[in-house]
């Protein structure tokens, strides 16, 4: 078993919800021996398959599978400009699928091999998303009902809503299309949804909201100022990652925890925040910060500082991603949370194994490895899809962009 060696990676795109994922199948020398990893970025999904199939396979082919941490290192060195999403999405892949492998010669779920439990259950949380605000309460009444205490609210889209229905605005002559939306009307919304889900669900329900990055410093200072009296378990990226500086002066001023991360791609984004303790959880996107391999090595990181992990959970993440980062939500010490969406029939079938939801707790299989494997058939049914990229193009009234 000392000589097994990578034989061949393959890439895969299959989009069983009309969202693009990718995975990545390493084949190794023992002819029954494979791993498989999650390398989603939907938005760029057949950039990362070239990423995989031109640069990163060639280099691998006869590789050991045991040398997980050299590989990984190699694999980002390769490139001389490394990072970003591409690339770390590309690493990512072929990194869990190396893990799932290793966990499989162990005989062994990743969990253990990680150091073991440090919980039975892993605590998610679901979305109550509507564009009115029966909507929204009928979604978190249909939750608590399937046994979750950790909802995250939304009226309308990130900033309202996207066809502009809740906000009137005056646009420029011959404005571009776009998502547009006010920011002070937007905050005049959560604050009253809040106020409104408080008044009808008591205070044993946690809540959050994502603000996605759309608001300025300044107006987004006010808007977590305003949010203290509903005591939420967290607001979610409300800056952008080049202006992380600018949660010194937040933390400073406001007691609303606060989450971050879901744009970070490289350490040098997460590193000054959680050392100076300026956030409470840490939001990353795993495959896109390159993999299990710099993920734990982040939330160990983050432990030394108090700080949590809540990783990002989006219907853009596969579910053999989805179990991979559930490994590390069981054994790190200073989980906090965990997104989620949930699973569809056709992606339960594509992924033999997915996580079980229970009471609101998520349970991953206790089989060797990540746990869940990758049905090519049932794959092939639902192909590449052009998705809807229409809410990523955010504007303000007067059409300017913004970046989400």
Known sequence: MKDI???NIRTF???????????????????ELYGIGCATFTWRCKAVVTAVEEYLKPMLVGKSVHNIEDIWQSMMGSSYWRGGPVLNNALSGVDEALWDIKGKLAGMPLYSLFGGKCREGIAVYRHADGTTMDQVEDKINEYMEQGYRYIRCHLGLYGGNAGGSMQTMIRPENAPAGAYYHPKTYMQSVVKMFEQIRRDFGWDLEIMHDVHERL???DTLNFAKELEPYKL???EDALPPEQAGY?????????VPLAMGELFT????????????WIDFIRVHVSDIGGLTPARKLAHFCEAFGVRTAFHGPNDLSPVGMAAQMHLDLSCANFGIQEFCGFCEAEKAIFPGCPEIRNGYAYISDRPGIGIDFDEKEAAKYPYTDMDFGWLFSRLPDGTAVRP
């Open 13 to 31: 795109i299959t989009a069983p919800q009309k969202v693009n994922l990718v995975v990545v199948k390493v084949e190794t020398s023992e002819p």
């Open 216 to 218: 300025s410093p300044a």
């Open 247 to 255: 949660f010194k002066i937040i933390r400073e001023q406001t007691s």
């Open 266 to 277: 490289s350490p040098v984004e997460w590193k000054t925040i959680v050392q100076n303790q």
């Open 5 to 7: 060696t990578i034989r």
């Open 233 to 235: 378990f967290f607001l």
